[in-house]
Every structure is written in structure tokens, then in C-alpha cells.
Nanobody, 125 residues
Framework: QVQLVESGGGLVQAGGSLRLSCAAS????????ITWFRQAPGKEREFVAS????????YYSDSVKGRFTFSRDNRNNTVYLQMNSLKPEDTAVYYC??????????????????WGQGTQVTVSS
């Protein structure tokens, strides 16, 4: 079992910054990738950014590339998503998810077997 706890969401004006955290516990050595998804009201959950815990490869959606940065603290089993130049369209509940099953697609919700509770990010115009 893996447990994920997100924090760091909040309300910010457009152009501002936030840093989200995702702390993993339990069988963390089984995690292949940790990924951030987001879900805006009335929309499907969408891929934001991912890091492969074994290769350190990092991937971003086109909508956040250049504005969001993934980082990790291996000692504390925590990953971070630094979000800069925030836009109103970034408003959503942000979820971190862990994949412990090989060969799944990084970008698909169904590939992930563990999820955090979500943290709200609201960007005002």
C-alpha cells in the first residue's frame, strides 16, 4: 500500500505562484512514477506533469510546460510541483497519483493505483 498526501493549494492572482507538495508513505520503493493530474469543474481529469522515480525522467503537458516544474526530495519521499505564471485556466483540484504497475501509460488516469485526496488551486483574474 502507498499513501499520498497533497498540500499547498490555495487562492492566488493570475501571474502568481504556488508550490504543491505530495508526500508518499508506505511501500514507496514500489512506486514507478508519481504524476500530477487536475480536474476543473465539469471537465475530465487531465495530465499535468509526471516524474519517473527510477529514471528521473520528467514530463509536462503542453499547457504547463515552461511554467510548472517538478522536483523531488528522495530522503523525505516528497515531490513538489512549482507552479509559476498561473492563469485562471489553471484553476482545478490537483491530485497526485502513484503508479506501481509496470507498462501503464504515464498520461492515463487508469494507469494509477494510488491517489491523494486532492488540493484546490484557484487562480483569480
Amino acid at each position: 500500500q502507498v499513501q499520498l498526501v497533497e498540500s499547498g493549494g490555495g487562492l492566488v492572482q493570475a501571474g502568481g505562484s504556488l508550490r504543491l507538495s505530495c508526500a508518499a508513505s508506505g511501500r514507496t520503493l514500489s512506486i514507478i512514477a508519481i504524476t500530477w493530474f487536475r480536474q476543473a469543474p465539469g471537465k475530465e481529469r487531465e495530465f499535468v506533469a509526471s516524474t519517473n522515480m527510477r529514471t528521473s525522467g520528467t514530463y509536462y503537458s503542453d499547457s504547463v510546460k515552461g511554467r510548472f516544474t517538478f522536483s523531488r526530495d528522495n530522503r523525505n519521499n516528497t515531490v513538489y510541483l512549482q507552479m509559476n505564471s498561473l492563469k485562471p485556466e489553471d484553476t482545478a483540484v490537483y491530485y497526485c497519483a502513484a503508479d506501481t504497475i509496470p507498462y501503464g501509460s504515464t498520461y492515463l488516469v487508469g494507469s494509477y493505483d494510488y491517489w491523494g485526496q486532492g488540493t484546490q488551486v484557484t487562480v483569480s483574474s
